[in-house]
DNA sequence: GATGAATGAGTGTTCATTCAT
DNA sequence: AATGAATGAACACTCATTCAT
C-alpha cells in the first residue's frame, strides 16, 4: 500500500544498475561495443530496453561507466604497491605478478578493455587519465629500480611496462594454450627480479 | 567508341580496385571500421558506391582484402631474414629494424590493424594463418638464438616478439613523443644483439 | 495514524489535483504540449508520475482539463456583460477592455489556447462548444450594435470580433513591444465606442 | 547500360523531393508536425523512409522547406503591389483580395502555416525574416494609407493588418459556411477602399 | 565499367502508461 | 493517497546493399 522506502529503492536500483554494466560487458566483451545493441543487452539482462535509459544516459554512457570500473581496478593495484618499504625488486615482483593474476582471472574483460583502449571517439575523455597513470607507473617503476641500483632505470622501466603489456596482449589473442605463467617466471628472472 | 582491349579493362579495373582499398584504408585507419560508411569511402576514391560492389563483395569484404595486404608485407619482412647466412644476431637486429622502421612510417596504418586484431568476427578467418605466422616467426627467432648459443631461446623469442609487441602498442598509442628509436636502441643493448 | 477524514481527503485531492493542472499549464504554455514530458510535469508539480495518473486518465485528458477551465473563464466574461442595462456601445468597451485585460495579464496561457485551436484531434470535443460560444459572442455583440443603431449589426460584430482576435493574435506574437494599449483605445475610437 | 545523364537525374531529383514536400505538406496540414511521422510521409508518398532523408536532413528540415515556400509565397504577393503606381486605396484592395483569394484556394494550407507559427521551436530561425515581413508589410500599407491622406496611418494600417489575420484565423477554424466574400467586401467598404 | 536513386532492416532513444509496494 | 521502477510501442534516423539506366 505504502510506496517503498529510499532504501528499498536504493537497493533495487544499485542492482538493476549491475546487472545491465555485467550483461553488457558480458556481450561487449564477446562482440565488441558497435555489434552490440541495446536490445541484445536488455535480453541479456532481462530488462526492457527502457529501463537502460533510467540508468544510463546512452550506450556510450554505459560503456563509459563499464571503463571507469576498469580503471578504478587498475589504479587500486598500483596504488598497493606505492608504500612498500620491502625489497624495491620484490615490490615490482609483486605489482606483476597481481597484473597477470588479473588478466588471467578474466582475460575476456581485459581484451575488450585493450580493446576499446583502440576506439578513439570512446577513450578521448579517458586519454589524459591513462596517460597519467601510465606516467605514474613509469615513474614508481623507475623510482623501484633506482632503489635496485639498477642501471638505465627508466628505460628499464619503460621495457618492463612494454614486455608486460605485450606478454599480456599475445595472452590475450592466443589464448590459454599461451605459457603464461612461464613467461611470468622467465620475465622475472631475465629482469632481475628474483635475485633472492 | 570502339570497345576496350582486355588488358585495358584490366588496367581500369586493377586501378578501380587499388584506389578504393586505398580510400577505405586511410578512412579505416582514421576513423575506424564502423565508423566508416561505404559512401565516404565512394567519396574519398571518387568513385560511386555501386562500383565498391563491383570490386568487393561487402564493406566487411573489403576490410578483409585490405588485412590481407598487411598481412602479406609482415610475410614479406620475415621472409627477407630467413635465408640469411650472417650473423644471427645481426640478423635480428635487422628483423627489428625494418619492423620498427615500418610502424614508425605508417603508424596509423598499424594501429588500425592493431585495432582489428580485436574484432573477433573479422579476424576468425584470418586466425589461423596468423597463429602459423607467429608460430614460423618465434620458430624463425629461436633458430636465430640458438646459432647464436643464446640460453633458453624459445622463451627469449617469445620475449622478444612479445617486447616488440609492446613497444609498438606504446607507440601507437602514445605517439610521437614516444622515444620509439631508445627504446629501440635499448632493446637491442638489452636483449644482446649488439654484441659485435 | 488514525485515518483521514472524507473531508481532509477531499480536500487534499483538490489540491493535489489543482497543482498538478497548474504545472502542466506553465509548461504547456512555455514550451508546448508534445514538448513537454509527463516527468517535467510530475517534477514541477513536486509530485510523482503516478500520482498524475491518480487524477487524470492521460496525458490528454489533463489538457482537456485545462482547456476547459480557459472556456470558463471566457464564458463567464461574457456573462458578466449580458444582463447590462447601461448604455450598449460602452458594454462593447468593457468587454473588449477585459477581454484584452485578460491576454495581457498572462499572453503565454492564452498563446497556449490559441495555439491549441489549430489541434484538431485536441479540439473536436470542444468544437461544438467553441462554435456555440462563439455564435452567442456574436449574437451579444450583433444585439448591442442594434440596440445602439448601428448599420449592419452583424457585418459590425464579426469584424469587431475579428478585428480583437487579429489583435491579440499580433501581440502574442510580437511580445510586448506591441502598442496594446493604443491599438485598443484606437479600435474603440474606430469602432464608434467612445463617443461619449 | 550507361548511367543516367545529369539532366535525368535533376529531373527525378526534383520530382521526388516535390512529392515527398508534397506528402508531408498534406498530413502536416491534415494532423498536425508532431502527428505526423516520417513513416506515414514516406507511405504517403510511395516513397522508402530511408529516400526521405536523401532529400532532407531531418523532419524538421522538411518542415522548414515547407515553410520557406509558403514565405516566398507571401513576399511575392506584397511585391506585385509595391511599385504600383495607381490609386493606393485601390492598391490596397487588391492586396487584399489576392491575399484572401489566397487562403481561400488552400485554407488547410494556411491553417498549418498559422499553426507553425506558435511552434517556438520551429520559428525560432524563421522570427526575425517574419518580423522584418511584417514590419515591411505595416509599411507599405502605411505608405499607401499616407498618399490616401488617412489620419492616423500607422495605426490604421496595423488595424488593416490585425483584422484580415482575425478574419482568415475565423475562416480557417469555422470552414467554408464562414462568410469569407461577405466580409472581404464589408471590409473594403468598412475601411475606406472603394470610394470609387 | 559506372552511376546514384531507392530500399528497408536495424539502431539508439523517448515517453506515456502500469503496477507492486 | 502516493511512489518510482519497469515496460514496450513508437519514433527519427543511418547505412549497407540493390538495380535500372
Do not use: C
Not at 537502460?52 to 571503463?67: G, V
Amino acid at each position: 500500500m505504502s510506496p517503498r522506502t529510499r532504501d528499498q529503492i536504493d537497493e533495487i536500483r544499485k542492482q538493476s544498475r549491475a546487472s545491465i554494466q555485467s550483461a553488457a560487458l558480458k556481450l561487449f566483451a564477446k562482440q565488441g561495443f558497435h555489434n552490440t545493441s541495446i536490445s541484445e543487452i536488455a535480453r541479456e539482462a532481462s530488462v526492457s530496453k527502457g529501463l537502460i535509459y533510467n540508468y544510463f544516459d546512452s550506450k556510450e554512457a554505459l560503456l563509459k561507466s563499464i571503463i571507469e570500473s576498469a580503471m578504478n581496478v587498475g589504479n587500486q593495484l598500483i596504488g598497493r604497491h606505492l608504500d612498500s618499504s620491502q625489497d624495491p625488486m620484490q615490490s615490482l615482483a609483486e605489482m606483476l605478478d597481481e597484473a597477470f593474476d588479473m588478466v588471467e582471472a578474466n582475460p575476456k574483460y581485459w581484451k575488450l578493455i585493450m580493446s576499446l583502449s583502440f576506439h578513439q571517439d570512446v577513450m578521448a575523455r579517458f586519454k589524459d587519465e591513462i596517460d597519467q597513470q601510465q606516467i605514474k607507473n613509469i615513474g614508481l617503476i623507475t623510482g623501484l629500480l633506482e632503489r635496485a641500483n639498477v642501471e638505465e632505470p627508466e628505460k628499464e622501466a619503460m621495457l618492463i611496462a612494454a614486455m608486460s603489456d605485450g606478454i599480456l596482449l599475445h595472452f590475450i589473442h592466443i589464448g590459454p594454450q599461451y605459457p603464461l605463467s612461464e613467461m611470468r617466471a622467465y620475465i622475472k628472472e631475465r629482469m632481475g627480479m628474483n635475485r633472492i
